[in-house]
């Protein structure tokens, strides 16, 4: 009787350890196939970043962000570009000469110019202006309207596009021109120095 029950203790050990064992591989199988679940969607999730960062990228580049209302031109697609500037300011309707509350003038008696009038504007613009590559690809050409202020110093200040933006990188450029501008001759009001609005016309053409 003893070595039976001795016999049958031995069973029931063997078939304790045989059963904690194959639990403990399935469970192993199974935190396994967790890991592995988790490691693809570490990897899914990588991938979904990627992408937007490259669509961020794509939507970043040039040509694309650069469009505004101005309308591409498929027969001048290519060609050389020129930049052409008016001679004088863009009129201002009649009106009192009086300063707005910043001081500003619309309207003076003398309008402030550029050093060497509208030749050494020109000149100026020749030398310093590159047309967007962006406007030649597309055959986009179009006119700017710069507005800034002239000081009592003849010192330019707050430069901006009036109206709505052409795109392209046009007022980008016409902007960028306008700020390396060396000091104008001030307007004038009743023979004083005033500090005086003023919008150029900047005319992107292609030949």
């Known amino acids: 009787m003893k070595r039976k029950n001795v016999f049958s203790i031995k069973i029931l050990s063997t078939a304790i350890f045989l059963s904690t064992a194959i639990f403990s591989c399935t469970n192993n199988d199974t935190n396994d196939a967790s890991t592995t679940t988790t ?15 490259v669509a961020k990228m794509d939507t970043a580049m040039p040509g694309k962000m650069a469009v505004g ?8 697609k290519g060609m050389k570009g020129k ?6 300011a863009v009129p201002t309707p009649a009106g009192k000469m009086e300063a707005d509350n ?21 000149k100026f613009f020749d030398d310093n202006l590159e047309y967007p590559a962006p406007a030649l690809e597309d055959g986009v050409e179009g006119t700017v309207n710069v507005t800034f202020v002239v000081d009592e110093t003849g010192k330019l200040t ?4 009036d109206g709505n ?3 392209y990188g046009l007022d980008a450029e016409a902007l960028r021109v306008v700020n390396k501008m060396p000091t104008w001759t001030p307007g004038k009001l009743k023979g004083k120095n005033v500090k005086t609005k003023f919008t150029l016309p900047v005319r992107f053409v292609l030949y």
């Open 102 to 122: 910043a001081g500003v003038y619309s309207n003076v008696e003398i309008i402030p110019s550029f050093p060497g009038g509208y030749k050494g504007l020109q």
């Open 165 to 167: 933006d052409l795109g």
């Open 69 to 76: 209302v101005a309308k591409p031109n498929p027969a001048k």
């Open 39 to 53: 490691a693809t969607d570490t990897t899914t999730t990588v991938k979904m970043d990627t992408t937007s960062a």
């Open 158 to 161: 707050s430069p901006k596009v």
């Open 83 to 88: 930049v052409a500037v008016a001679e004088t």
